[in-house]
């Protein structure tokens, strides 16, 4: 809000230089942007918190100098001329308040044989100082008086108004005036309405209608309903010295009284010391308040009179408040609170960093994505087991709207994120990428509490080749073993290291790529190359490679202590063995079928390298394992190892 | 022993006349594979003129057959020869060695400045570098991280934080609600009356996490960001304990000299209310950076950071806290500026593109 520094200075004797005006308005709380010089005055731009609309206005700036200075406010001039009432009859015709609860307070102003034209240079100019463009003279001065006193108001055109359309309004209360009720050139009669409505319903209809006015912006963070008829004297007083009009009716239906309204503390000094710890004697508390028109009751002294102006002040803590920022948050001291106990992470931080560590040293970088996604991933991506509720009715958590087109959908999966990323960087030719993403997806819960479910996910993707740090050259073609490595890495770096990977179909892998991967008998989440047709959506011309895994349930599994075993006595003789074998035997089933023969001497079986493709038939594979011998209690010997080697 | 004597010398003119080609040699400008030939050729004459078999050996056997009294002299006189071919040999062959190690050493030379071999590694998100930073700072401080639900009810984004039905700050302009009317958490905030309800007081927690609020998205905007808040409620509380513990982790993360300053202002669930700033880290305060504008600050020297205050009453009678036994602060700001901020980010929107050229940057 821009306020007229030489407009402030027909307010309040002010010997401060404007710069200084802003600094110390900025100290009390009245943030001061900056101040520009316009011709021989300066504008302060001030960012108002919410809660102060009583400083919407030169007239409020100037109460809140008052309390840093100590002068006092000049009130503008106002004739005492006695006011010609409204026949009660005529009052009704023009003034109706059909909802009290509504429209608190209505004043109507007649003014007759106007005549409407240029305004005066001293209000163009100060009107200009703000940032407001000169209409007319009656205009300009219900425009001025708003910015001086900071009350609404608007002018009709009083002939136009009577014969205005039934059915449509002469005006939105609060917001705008209507067209065919506006003044004009013409215009020799004007009514002059200052009105208090209810901020709720002003804040409503100005949402609904998507209209943000002066009027309406002040309405609906409250007006002084107590300054109605002064502001109203003010801009008819105005409007007869420039528009040449006389003063005539004057009719004010205050239906809805303002009730007073009280602060209650029973010792100030002690309030202040305890919430800010700053020792203010109570004679500078009350002169603090005093000066912002809060008054100690006298009936009363625990009860503080809060001004009409003032909606923001009703408790102690808000007393509290005004004496503090005048007295200077400056002066509060900067001490620590007296020692309290030991700090702690989340439970599951530490770990997660682990798990972050291990991924960042295999080459991943860490993305975010937005945790809301576009309706068309709803089909693409099979969630990780349990996160959806069967028995709900809609499975998806949804947003009314969004302000990124489409993304109305709160992410029951993290993979479409990353692999937006993914296509991201593809179209930066990057195309060597590992990205992971730790995030919370969502999914609807029937039952009684009605909150979602909120479960946090570890996704990554890998694609591309293999890179060294600073070598242009890949070494060779990511494929499924380096995510299901960096799977098994990462949650090895937090103690889990018995999952089972397991072939089986995944809605958005490729068949034959893809497993499911369980912890403890529960299936957990899956890996495996992304689906063709995914690739396709994607428009994704190299193997692109995801995981998805519940990270929630995983870490709240126990993990196996570490345990020493003691280290053999005696050396183990190995043997490599290569078969070839149908593809639908796996590695997994040769080795359990090797140690359930329970050879005692038998020690451990792993793999060394797979073949397929030339020479092999296509429904074959060669697979080499390593098969290793040891015995307790000697050294084996080649012929012992052979004998067993060869059952 | 004349005969034996001209024996001598016959073997030493014979490997003198062998030797002649190497005895004045130049290697200048000969190659590696030059001089392991001529190292090859030496040391077949060495075996010729020295070995079991050579000439020279032959003469040791006479030193027995001349007479005894000219024994000795003829000793030396074979030990002489053999001496002079043993060193006249190991002269030329310690010149070819020194020069076959050293043009060795020139054709096993490295470009150190090569690349190390490493496999490449990653790098952790802005967002949580800074997060694990200031989350070691409050741990040490002894207050426990805590997080909570980013989808809430109207009660915890809202009712319990003094912002009442009809509220502007409750504007759905600003706030994400589901097609079930729960609010995506606008402000951290929420954490503090969850965890107060779980904990009780006295408290103390830092919250960090994702928050919601309906801003398209532009350069210094984005629908999606994190927020931290800190909450202390304790018997005694003041807002002398709120500017010392925000300028000690300030402190603690920037250096010693960084100063704060608090200004007051509003917000529904603090009363008093403060913005916080503090002194840029990068020109410390002065607004200027190597005689340029300083870039975080825009030269103003502060830094506009977050807001805080004493937690309202309303908001710990919510929790069942009495407000005139405990009184207690809490501050917010997000996380994503002060990212911003420290890496000089111009763009936020960068923060959620995840391009690998901006992750890799951050460390």
């Known amino acids: ?216 912006y002040r309405f609906e963070r409250g007006v002084d309903i107590d300054n109605l008829s002064r502001a109203s004297d003010r801009a008819a007083e105005l409007i007869c010295e420039f528009a040449g009009g006389e003063m005539a009716e004057f009719i004010d239906v205050y239906p809805t009284k303002a009730e007073p309204r009280y602060a209650v503390s029973y010792d100030l000094p002690r309030a202040v010391e305890r919430l800010t710890g700053l020792k203010v004697a109570g004679s500078e508390c009350l002169r603090i308040l005093n000066s912002l028109g809060i008054s100690q009751s006298e009936e009363d002294p625990a009860a503080f009179t809060v001004p009409s102006w003032r909606y923001d002040i009703s408790i102690e803590e808000d007393l509290v408040e005004e004496i503090t920022r005048h007295t200077g948050y400056e002066n509060i001291a900067e001490e620590l609170p007296p020692a309290f106990g030991a700090g702690e992470y989340q439970d599951t931080e530490i770990r997660k960093r682990r798990l972050r560590r291990t991924l960042i040293d295999l080459g991943f970088n860490e993305a975010i994505t937005y945790s809301f996604i576009d309706t068309k991933n709803d089909e693409r991506f099979e969630p990780v087991p349990g996160l959806l509720d069967d028995n709900a009715d809609e499975k998806f958590v949804t947003l009314q709207d969004s302000v990124i087109e489409g993304a109305v959908r709160m992410r029951p999966t993290l993979l479409a994120g990353v692999l937006d990323a993914a296509k991201l960087n593809f179209n930066q030719q990057h195309k060597d990428l590992k990205l992971f993403e730790i995030g919370k997806t969502f999914a609807t819960k029937s039952g009684e509490d009605g909150l979602p479910t909120e479960r946090e996910l570890l996704s990554l993707v890998i694609t ?90 995983l870490l709240h599994e126990e993990t196996s202590p570490a345990l ?47 073949y397929e493709g030339k020479g092999i038939e296509a429904n074959e594979r060669s697979l080499t394992i390593r098969l290793e011998y040891r015995s307790d209690e000697r050294t084996l010997i080649e012929t012992e190892v052979d004998a067993v080697h060869a059952e | 022993m004349s005969d034996e004597k001209a024996q001598v010398e016959a073997a030493r003119a014979a490997f003198i006349n062998d030797f002649d080609r190497f005895a004045e040699l130049n290697l200048d400008g000969r190659s590696l594979s030059d001089a392991e030939g001529i190292l090859a050729a030496v040391n077949e004459l060495k075996i010729r003129h020295t070995g079991k078999k050579s000439a020279m050996a032959a003469t040791k056997k006479l030193i027995g057959k001349v007479p005894a009294d000219e024994r000795g002299e003829f000793g030396q006189i074979v030990q002489a020869a053999e001496t002079e071919i043993v060193s006249t040999i190991a002269a030329v062959d310690e010149q ?76 759905s302009q600003d706030t994400f609600y589901t097609t079930t009317g729960l609010a995506l958490r606008s402000q951290t905030s929420t954490v503090q009356i969850r965890a107060m309800e779980r904990r009780g007081v006295p ?90 504008r300083c870039r975080p600050c825009k030269g103003s020297g502060w830094i506009e950071l977050g807001g805080s205050g004493m937690v309202h009453p309303n908001v710990l009678r919510a929790v069942n806290v009495d407000p005139t036994i405990y009184s207690g602060f809490a501050f917010g700001f997000g996380l994503d500026r002060m990212a911003a901020l420290m890496y000089e980010i111009d763009d936020i929107r960068y923060l959620f593109e995840n391009d690998v050229r901006f992750l890799e940057q951050f460390k």
């Open chain 1, 1 to 216: 809000m821009n306020i007229s520094y030489n407009w402030l200075k027909n307010l309040i004797d002010i010997d401060l230089s404007a710069e200084d005006v802003a600094s110390e308005l900025t100290r009390v709380g009245l943030a001061v942007e900056g101040v520009h010089p316009h011709g021989d005055d300066f504008v302060l731009d001030i960012d108002l918190t919410s809660n102060r609309p009583d400083c919407l206005s030169h007239l409020g700036v100037a109460r809140e100098i008052a309390a840093i200075t100590g002068a006092s406010v000049k009130a503008p001039a106002v004739s005492d001329e006695p006011e010609i009432p409204l026949p009660m009859v005529l009052a009704y015709d023009v003034v109706a308040i059909n909802d009290p609860e509504l429209c608190h307070r209505f004043t109507a102003r007649v003014i007759k044989n106007v005549k409407i034209g240029p305004s005066p240079a001293w209000i163009v100019e100060r009107l200009e100082a703000i940032g407001e463009r000169s209409i007319n003279n009656v205009a300009d001065i219900t425009n001025y008086v708003m910015h001086e006193l900071g009350q609404p108001m608007h002018s009709f055109d009083n002939s136009m108004l009577v014969i205005a359309d039934a059915e449509k309004p002469a005006a939105i209360g609060g917001i705008m005036g209507g067209l065919d009720s506006s003044i004009t050139e013409a215009t020799t009669n004007v009514l002059l309405e200052v009105a208090f409505f209810k901020r709720e319903n002003i804040r409503q209809t100005s949402r609904k209608l998507g209209l943000t006015t002066e009027a309406s």
């Open chain 1, 464 to 553: 591309g080749g293999d890179a060294n740090a600073g070598r242009s050259m890949t070494q060779r073609e990511l494929d499924f073993y380096d995510a299901k490595g960096a799977v098994e890495a990462a949650l090895e770096a937090v103690g889990l290291s018995n999952l089972v990977f397991s072939g089986g179909d995944v809605g958005h892998l490729r068949s034959g790529q893809a497993a499911t991967i369980s912890s403890n008998d529960r299936v957990v989440g899956s890996i495996g190359r992304i689906s063709e047709e995914l690739a396709g959506d994607y428009k994704f011309k190299q193997p692109v490679y995801v995981a998805e895994l519940d990270l929630q349930s």
């Open chain 1, 564 to 610: 020493y075993r003691s280290l053999p006595k005696y050396p183990a003789i190995v043997r490599d063995v290569s078969f070839l074998v149908n593809r639908t035997v796996t590695f997994d089933d040769i080795r359990a079928s090797i140690l359930s023969q329970g050879r005692e001497l038998c020690r451990d079986v792993s793999f060394v390298d797979v």
């Open chain 2, 96 to 171: 070819l060695n020194e020069f076959i190690s050293k043009a060795k050493i020139e054709l096993e030379r490295l470009d150190v400045t090569i690349p190390g071999r490493r496999p490449a590694t990653g790098h952790l998100h802005p967002i949580t570098i800074v997060r694990q930073k200031i989350e070691d700072i409050f741990v040490s401080m002894g207050y426990a991280i805590e997080d909570d639900r980013e989808i809430e009810t109207d009660y915890y984004n809202f009712e319990a934080l003094n912002i009442p039905e009809g509220h502007p700050a409750r504007e």
């Open chain 2, 203 to 292: 408290i103390r927690i830092l919250a960090p996490g994702k928050v919601f609020r309906r801003d398209t998205p532009d350069m210094t905007h984005v629908p999606m960001f994190h927020q931290l808040e800190g909450l202390c409620v304790d018997k005694g509380i003041t807002m002398a304990h709120l500017k010392g513990t925000v300028t000690e982790w300030l402190r603690r993360l920037f250096g010693e000299d960084t100063k704060t300053r608090f200004r007051p202002s509003y917000f529904p669930f603090t009363e008093p209310s403060a913005e916080f700033d503090f002194s840029c880290f990068k020109c410390h305060g002065t607004g200027k950076y190597e005689n340029d």
